[in-house]
C-alpha cells in the first residue's frame, strides 16, 4: 500500500528513530522448538494480526510449537548513509516465533498463500533497539536482562528477566522476576552443517516426522522448498499505535519485513537434551498467550546458527479503515 499521502517523518534533533534496512553482523542464534497448544495459538493470531479486517485473507497457526530463539548480535547498523554514519550497537533478542499461513480462499476451498513466521513475543537489552523496533516495524518489544553463551561455548544454561507486576494487585511494586530458562539436562553429538540450507533441510525432515507438528499443504510445502534456494525469513508484524488515552488505536495494521540472509558462518543442530523451565509472570502469562504452561517442556532441534542478515523495511499489507496516522 502506498504512503504517498503520508506525511515526511521529521527528523529532530534528540530523536532516535534511524531508517531501515539494517545489516546485522554475527547474528549468534540458539534455538529451541517448544510445544504449547494450538488453540491458545490461533487465539493469540487472532486477537492481535486477525483483528486487522480484510475479507480477503486471515492468518492461521501452522503449528502448537513455538520457535524460542536467543540471538546475540555482535553489530547492527542503518545501511542508510545518513544513519550508519552515527555509529552501531550491539544487541541481544529473544525471542516467541509463531509458525503461521496467510489462508486465502480459492473456488470453495481455503488455501495457503504465503507463510510467515510471527515474532510475537520479543525482549532486547537495549532502549534504542526497543524504540526502533516498536515504532518502525511493530515489533512488540520490552527491556530484559539474561544470560546466553558466547560464541564457542558450550550451551550450558539461558536465561530472561524481566521486571514485571507479579502477582497482579494494587499492592505489587514492579520488580525483576525470571521469565524462562533453558537448561542442558544431557550432553551428547553435535552436528555441524555447511550451510543454511543444509540447516533447514535437516530441521524439515525432524520435525514432519512428529505428525502434529505443523499443518501444511502442499502450497506450504512448496514454499518451504523455495526458501532453501533464497532463504530468508518472511516475518509478519502487528503494528499499534495508541491514542492520547490509550483507549483507541490511531493506526492498527499488519506489516511485512523480510530477514534477508547475506552469510552463514557456522549452522549446527544438536543432539544434546534441553529442558525449557516457564515462569508464571502475570505481565507476561506466556501459558495464556501461546499454551507455554508453567513447568518444564522438551525442547525439540535445539540449534545454533551464526550469520549475518538484513533487516529490510516494513511494508504494509493491511490496516484498519477507521486507524490512520
Given at each position: 500500500?502506498?504512503?504517498?499521502?503520508?506525511?515526511?517523518?521529521?527528523?529532530?534533533?534528540?530523536?532516535?528513530?534511524?531508517?531501515?534496512?539494517?545489516?546485522?553482523?554475527?547474528?549468534?542464534?540458539?534455538?529451541?522448538?517448544?510445544?504449547?497448544?494450538?488453540?491458545?495459538v490461533?487465539?493469540?493470531?487472532?486477537?492481535?494480526?486477525?483483528?486487522?479486517?480484510?475479507?480477503?485473507?486471515r492468518?492461521?497457526?501452522?503449528?502448537?510449537?513455538?520457535?524460542?530463539?536467543?540471538?546475540?548480535?555482535?553489530?547492527?547498523?542503518?545501511?542508510?548513509?545518513?544513519?550508519?554514519?552515527?555509529?552501531?550497537?550491539?544487541e541481544?533478542?529473544?525471542?516467541?516465533?509463531?509458525?503461521?499461513?496467510?489462508?486465502?480462499?480459492?473456488?470453495?476451498?481455503?488455501?495457503?498463500?504465503?507463510?510467515?513466521?510471527?515474532?510475537?513475543?520479543?525482549?532486547?537489552?537495549?532502549?534504542?533497539?526497543?524504540?526502533?523496533?516498536?515504532?518502525?516495524?511493530?515489533?512488540?518489544?520490552?527491556?530484559?536482562?539474561?544470560?546466553?553463551?558466547?560464541?564457542?561455548?558450550?550451551?550450558?544454561?539461558?536465561?530472561?528477566?524481566?521486571?514485571?507486576?507479579?502477582?497482579f494487585?494494587?499492592?505489587?511494586?514492579?520488580?525483576?522476576?525470571?521469565?524462562?530458562?533453558?537448561?542442558?539436562?544431557?550432553?551428547?553429538?553435535?552436528?555441524?552443517?555447511?550451510?543454511?540450507?543444509?540447516?533447514?533441510?535437516?530441521?524439515?525432515?525432524?520435525?514432519?516426522?512428529?505428525?502434529?507438528?505443523?499443518?501444511?499443504d502442499?502450497?506450504?510445502?512448496?514454499?518451504?522448498?523455495?526458501?532453501?534456494?533464497?532463504?530468508?525469513?518472511?516475518?509478519?508484524?502487528?503494528?499499534?499505535?495508541?491514542?492520547?488515552?490509550?483507549?483507541?488505536?490511531?493506526?492498527?495494521?499488519?506489516?511485512?519485513?523480510?530477514?534477508?540472509?547475506?552469510?552463514?558462518?557456522?549452522?549446527?543442530?544438536?543432539?544434546?537434551?534441553?529442558?525449557?523451565?516457564?515462569?508464571?509472570?502475570?505481565?507476561?502469562?506466556?501459558?495464556?498467550?501461546?499454551?507455554?504452561?508453567?513447568?518444564?517442556?522438551?525442547?525439540?532441534?535445539?540449534?545454533?546458527?551464526?550469520?549475518?542478515?538484513?533487516?529490510?523495511?516494513?511494508f504494509?499489507?493491511?490496516?484498519?479503515?477507521?486507524?490512520?496516522?
Amino acid at each position: 500500500m502506498s504512503d504517498e499521502h503520508l506525511p515526511p517523518f521529521i527528523q529532530f534533533p534528540g530523536n532516535v528513530i534511524a531508517q531501515p534496512p539494517c545489516r546485522m553482523l554475527n547474528a549468534n542464534m540458539y534455538g529451541f522448538f517448544v510445544k504449547g497448544e494450538l488453540q491458545k495459538v490461533q487465539r493469540y493470531i487472532d486477537t492481535t494480526l486477525n483483528c486487522v479486517a480484510n475479507s480477503d485473507f486471515r492468518f492461521k497457526a501452522l503449528s502448537q510449537y513455538t520457535l524460542l530463539t536467543f540471538t546475540d548480535i555482535e553489530s547492527i547498523a542503518s545501511k542508510v548513509p545518513k544513519f550508519r554514519d552515527q555509529g552501531w550497537m550491539q544487541e541481544t533478542d529473544i525471542i516467541i516465533w509463531l509458525p503461521i499461513a496467510k489462508m486465502v480462499q480459492r473456488d470453495d476451498d481455503e488455501k495457503v498463500d504465503h507463510i510467515y513466521w510471527y515474532p510475537a513475543f520479543i525482549t532486547v537489552n537495549n532502549i534504542y533497539a526497543l524504540i526502533n523496533g516498536r515504532e518502525t516495524w511493530g515489533y512488540n518489544k520490552y527491556l530484559c536482562d539474561y544470560q546466553m553463551p558466547n560464541i564457542g561455548d558450550v550451551p550450558n544454561y539461558f536465561s530472561l528477566e524481566v521486571n514485571a507486576f507479579q502477582p497482579f494487585n494494587k499492592d505489587t511494586k514492579m520488580a525483576p522476576h525470571p521469565l524462562l530458562e533453558v537448561n542442558l539436562i544431557e550432553h551428547a553429538d553435535e552436528y555441524p552443517l555447511d550451510d543454511f540450507v543444509e540447516l533447514v533441510k535437516e530441521a524439515f525432515e525432524i520435525l514432519k516426522s512428529d505428525t502434529d507438528f505443523f499443518d501444511l499443504d502442499i502450497n506450504a510445502i512448496k514454499q518451504l522448498m523455495r526458501g532453501f534456494i533464497n532463504p530468508q525469513m518472511d516475518q509478519i508484524l502487528f503494528k499499534q499505535l495508541p491514542n492520547g488515552d490509550g483507549s483507541k488505536a490511531v493506526y492498527q495494521g499488519v506489516v511485512h519485513s523480510p530477514s534477508i540472509i547475506k552469510k552463514v558462518h557456522s549452522a549446527r543442530i544438536y543432539r544434546h537434551e534441553f529442558e525449557v523451565t516457564i515462569h508464571q509472570l502475570d505481565t507476561f502469562p506466556l501459558g495464556d498467550m501461546f499454551g507455554l504452561q508453567p513447568g518444564k517442556h522438551a525442547a525439540l532441534l535445539p540449534f545454533n546458527v551464526l550469520m549475518d542478515f538484513d533487516q529490510e523495511p516494513a511494508f504494509e499489507i493491511a490496516k484498519n479503515n477507521g486507524a490512520s496516522l
